[in-house]
């Protein structure tokens, strides 16, 4: 079945530096979403991407769905504590269909 | 409440028994998704309904799970023969036509 291969697996950053993470498939994705899960919580969305190419942002954040439609990244600018989790990408062949996970990259801030 | 709604969020049971896990997904939300999440990993799929029906039960791992939506709204995962290694978080989520999918909080099954 499809795989997403996410990177790297755990970060450790300062305050108010950049961070960028990344998500790779064997095969082609039409949707990729980025979310982010605190402890105890399911995950939350944070960036919906529909387009090979497209770059959007939210806040501090920015993805960008890759033009191959295998890939996508996450950037994180001036990264503060509330940061912290762990942020997984996910691919959907359909709109309204299932979704495939990454198995994460834990963020660690450190004030 | 506004948001995906999972009970219990805690289950512990003894290997062999059965267990029931209930959503109440957002209201008006048509599509309801079933995932499960093992300790370091991303969440995986198990199940999709589309109002009442199973559009996609690709993800169930066996003939022991099986999960209802009897009115299209609240849905039932159910897990028979339970197994240590169906230990994890089974979460939920809901989509309503024009947005992505919202998750519940989980419910941590622990099979002893």
């Known amino acids: 079945g499809q795989q997403l291969n996410q990177s790297p697996q755990s970060m450790f950053i300062q305050e108010g530096e950049d961070v960028s993470m990344n998500c790779t498939s064997s095969?082609?994705?039409?949707?990729w979403l980025w979310y982010k899960q605190d402890p105890g919580e399911g995950p939350v969305l944070l960036i919906a991407?529909?387009?090979?190419?497209e770059l959007t942002s939210n806040g501090r954040l920015t993805a960008q769905f890759g033009i191959t439609r295998k890939d996508s990244f996450l950037n994180i600018s001036a990264s503060i504590p509330s940061d912290v989790g762990i942020y997984f990408c996910?691919?959907?062949?359909?709109?309204?269909?299932?979704?495939?996970f990454g198995d994460g990259t834990t963020l660690t801030v450190k004030p | 409440g506004a948001g995906v709604s999972q009970t219990p969020s805690n289950k512990v049971t003894e290997k062999g028994k059965y267990v029931e896990l209930r959503c109440d997904p957002i209201?008006?939300?048509?599509?309801l998704y079933w995932y499960r999440q093992s300790l370091g990993q991303g969440p995986e799929f198990l199940i999709y309904f589309q109002g009442t029906g199973a559009a996609d039960d690709s993800g169930l791992p066996n003939d022991r799970f099986f999960a209802v939506r009897p009115e299209g709204s609240v849905s039932t995962l159910k897990i028979q023969r339970t197994e240590r290694g169906d230990s994890a978080v089974y979460l939920c989520?809901?989509?309503?036509?024009?947005?992505?999918?919202?998750f519940g909080q989980g419910t941590r099954l622990t099979v002893v």
């Open positions: 989520a809901s989509r309503g036509p024009n947005t992505e999918a919202f």
């Open positions: 095969s082609i994705f039409n949707t």
């Open positions: 991407l529909y387009k090979a190419g």
């Open positions: 996910a691919g959907q062949l359909t709109h309204a269909g299932k979704s495939t």
């Open positions: 209201s008006g939300h048509t599509a």
